[in-house]
């Protein structure tokens, strides 16, 4: 139940008619009812206090410690693509309609007009479906409504109203962000896998049509989070251009002036260089979306079908709803064929996968804001289902397969079962055999020779025999795999991001992950315009394991935002080597000659180990070489202007690193030796330039390694941005609030004016050009500054 309310009386469900109209709370009155009738389910009923303090009715169901329902009035009159379920009925009060609704598994909204008790007028609709997601005022008496049933996962520590704006600083009216859901760390009791990280996320799915500003106002509940040491809307790179904040102690108030992924952080940001608040961080994330019509003819998916699994398509549309509880306690799956899409509507839950592993496919379509939740244990060696090559939220092989605005989450609460969030044509899994199920540990501290598994579009099974079968195999990015606006949240070790196979693209995406976030592990992908948390464990940019043997050529990865990054927690005792876990790398094992990457602009926010830690071992754990034993090389690559905020943060026993295979096999040659050629590196740290004194380096395996400058950060602020008062100083009592207690030492007064651009509670710095020390400072006024000749103030000047 809501934290300080009571359930409802009796007497309160049966005022009078009049004073029920007259009060205001005639849907408060609605859902109270509903939820005090309804005893066909084991559920405790609150109310909403703050919500139903402001006469809009917000009443919440407790159907387990997570997962809440209530009712929503929709703005419109109508359903949007209404979709009625059997007969309206009459009669029915308010109360009674919805409660209906409760007891239909595949009831989402409900339409009620409400005259009196036992009126013939009254009328109750029952819908199947009904588009919609804003949020109108109270119902007026004698008028027809719509209610939406819309789940919520848990009892959010924040409060996020927001509104869409003509531009960035034009008004509009916020509304409450009723759905937010609230993740607790999933596992029942701290576990190997978690790798030490805790805290919760709350996120949400919002919309901004093109050429619009999101006006947001964001409350924070979570003790101990405070804008006294900084308040921070990350990535700080694309925020910082949208305006001035307004902020508070406990809340702030901004515009976000595009699509893209944010977090919300009322705290310094010198809390990610400590383990305990670092890993037990409760963060706010802010998904924002372009605008998605769902088509009108769909068929819907019912909550209620029996095994499983459920084959979708082929030649098929369908839709998964808001406000229906797609929850089948146990492991489910949908499997996908030729010429399928499938839609979620916003909000929708869906505690499934969606899989096809068993035959590649063609023309594959999975779109919406909806979330897939990976929660059931999944059993062992059921091909198809749950085998190791088909363990992932979605994993498909085939061509032209498209995923979009689809939030994709493991909340599993058992330590050790693996799985991506989203895997297409896995370079490192065969199609399955009904007779004999693939497991992963046949790659796994394992030499060759390897058993025949029948590759999908690999350019060879995985005994390195030829394969001659490239149907439904995309041969351009104009029919390869295209995954956009993904967001992908993990919490234990094996539970890794995105792959999205040869010719595919991710773009415009979210991962969160403890494992490795990206893999970029074949020929041709695209990697553009991600951001990315990093949480204990794992490579933010990972350079592959036991790929099959073939090319991997020409991918590219660009504007990567790495807003944290928590692997210095684990560094020090992984890899075994003195290699970090760095923001790029991984120990490759794969016969598979990389060639000609490029990766550019990856933007760094907060505490890092390293920038690269990549090695080259026929030992890996997790190998694929040769028949003859050898391991492919990586040649000719480039990872350019990486852009660390931060000197590197490390705890010990671990560095940049780059070396080759030490011991390759007999008769190892040419590109199958093992070693890193032609490596180009640039990036700046911290204000200075990345260099070969940073890295370790074995040189016997490592050839034509450079170092080059790095491009000036196309987001720094310019001087001219800011307002120099020379011989001044600021400070509490004396023109600002000061943010920073210590001054943080920095190589340049263009350094200290990026610590402020990017923290939107700061109005100014003080700069100490003699020991070159940076103080940011809040609520800025020139005219009350302290005269002092050893420092100088700088006022932003907000556009």
Not at 332 to 340: E, G, L, M, R
Not at 586 to 603: C, E, H, M, P, T
Request: charged share 20%; with cysteine; glycine share 10%.
């Amino acid at each position: 139940a809501t934290r300080g309310s009571r359930m409802p009386t009796v007497a309160a469900v049966k005022k009078t008619r009049s004073s029920f109209l007259s009060s205001g709370l005639y849907a408060a009155f609605l859902l109270a009812a509903v939820t005090y009738l309804d005893r066909s389910r084991p559920v405790a009923f609150a109310q909403d206090a703050a919500v139903a303090a402001t006469g809009t009715a917000q009443f919440r169901g407790r159907e387990s410690p997570q997962r809440y329902f209530y009712f929503a009035r929709l703005a419109g009159k109508k359903c949007k693509n209404g979709s009625v379920l059997g007969k309206a009925k009459k009669k029915l009060n308010p109360s009674q309609c919805t409660a209906l609704c409760n007891k239909n598994p595949k009831c989402t909204a409900v339409e009620s007009r409400f005259v009196k008790n036992g009126s013939k007028k009254n009328r109750c609709q029952l819908y199947r479906r009904c588009d919609g997601g804003a949020v109108g005022p109270s119902c007026p008496p004698r008028k027809t409504c719509i209610f939406k049933r819309t789940l919520r996962m848990g009892a959010p520590p924040y409060t996020v109203k927001t509104c869409v704006a003509a531009a960035v600083g034009s008004p509009c009216v916020p509304t409450e962000v009723a759905n937010l859901r609230y993740m607790p760390h999933p596992t029942v009791a701290p576990c190997e896998e978690t790798e030490g990280q805790r805290g919760t996320a709350t996120y949400a799915d919002l919309v901004l049509p093109a050429g619009k500003a999101l006006y947001v106002a964001v409350t924070t509940a979570v003790a101990g989070q405070s804008s006294a040491r900084g308040f921070f809307v990350r990535p700080t790179r694309r925020t910082r251009q949208w305006g001035r904040a307004a902020v508070q102690a406990k809340s702030a108030s901004f515009y976000l002036g595009g699509t893209g992924q944010f977090s919300v952080e009322f705290v310094g940001d010198e809390i990610w260089r400590d383990q305990e608040l670092a890993t037990n961080f409760d963060a706010l994330l802010l998904f924002v979306n372009p605008v998605l019509a769902l088509p009108k003819k769909l068929q819907l998916i019912s909550p209620t079908s029996k095994g499983s699994f459920v084959n979708l398509g082929p030649n098929k549309k369908y839709l998964f709803v808001a406000g229906v509880d797609y929850d089948w306690g146990k492991d489910y799956v949908f499997k996908v064929h030729d010429n399928t899409s499938v839609y979620f509507e916003q909000g929708a839950h869906v505690r499934a996968r969606i899989v096809q592993t068993e035959k590649k496919v063609q023309n594959i379509v999975i779109r919406g804001y909806g979330t897939l939740d990976v929660h059931h244990n999944l059993r062992p060696d059921r091909v198809g289902i749950s085998d190791d090559a088909t363990r992932q939220n979605v994993g498909i092989y085939g061509k032209n397969i498209q995923v979009t605005g689809v939030t994709l989450i493991n909340t599993n609460p058992t330590c050790g079962l693996f799985g991506y969030c989203l895997n297409l044509n896995a370079n490192w899994s065969p199609l399955a055999n009904p007779q004999d199920p693939f497991d992963a540990w046949e790659l796994q501290l394992k030499d060759p020779p390897y058993k025949f598994r029948q590759a999908h579009c690999q350019q060879n099974n995985m005994d390195d025999s030829p394969n001659t079968d490239f149907t439904n195999c995309p041969t351009s990015h104009d029919d390869g795999q295209k995954v956009s606006y993904v967001k992908c949240m993990t919490w234990q070790l094996g539970h890794d991001g995105l792959n999205a196979g040869k010719w595919g693209s991710v773009t415009d995406s979210f991962v969160r992950t403890v494992d490795d976030a990206l893999k970029p592990w074949d020929s041709h992908g695209i990697y553009r315009d991600i951001t990315i948390w990093q949480l204990t464990l794992g490579w933010p940019i990972n350079f592959g394991w036991w790929n099959w043997n073939q090319p991997d050529v020409d991918t590219v990865i660009e504007n990567v935002h790495v807003i944290h990054n928590h692997n210095w927690v684990t560094s020090k005792g992984w890899p075994q080597t003195k290699s970090g876990q760095c923001v790029v790398g991984g120990i490759y094992g794969s016969g598979a000659v990389k060639k000609n990457y490029r990766l550019n602009n990856i933007f760094v926010e907060t505490a890092a180990g390293c920038a690269v830690g990549l090695q080259i071992s026929n030992d890996a754990y997790s190998r694929h070489p040769t028949p003859e034993g050898c391991v492919g090389s990586m040649l000719d690559m480039k990872i350019e202007n990486m852009y660390f905020d931060e000197e590197f943060y490390q705890t010990g026993g671990y560095d940049n690193y780059l070396a080759g295979e030490t011991d390759p096999a007999a008769g190892c040659s040419g590109e199958l030796r093992g070693k890193i050629e032609n490596l180009r590196l640039s990036g700046d740290v911290a204000g200075r330039a990345l260099a070969r004194s940073d890295f370790l380096v074995n040189k016997k395996t490592v050839s034509g390694l450079t170092f080059g400058a790095a491009d000036a950060d196309p987001h720094q602020p310019s001087l001219g941005s800011y307002q120099k008062y020379p011989k001044k100083n600021a400070y509490d009592g004396q023109g600002g609030t000061e943010i920073d207690t210590d001054g943080r030492k920095v190589r340049s007064v263009l350094q200290c004016l990026g610590r402020c651009h990017a923290d939107w509670s700061c109005d100014c710095v003080v700069f100490q050009p003699s020991s070159l020390l940076c103080y940011k400072r809040g609520n800025c006024v020139p005219g009350s500054f302290d005269a002092d000749g050893r420092y100088d103030v700088y006022v932003r000047k907000w556009e």
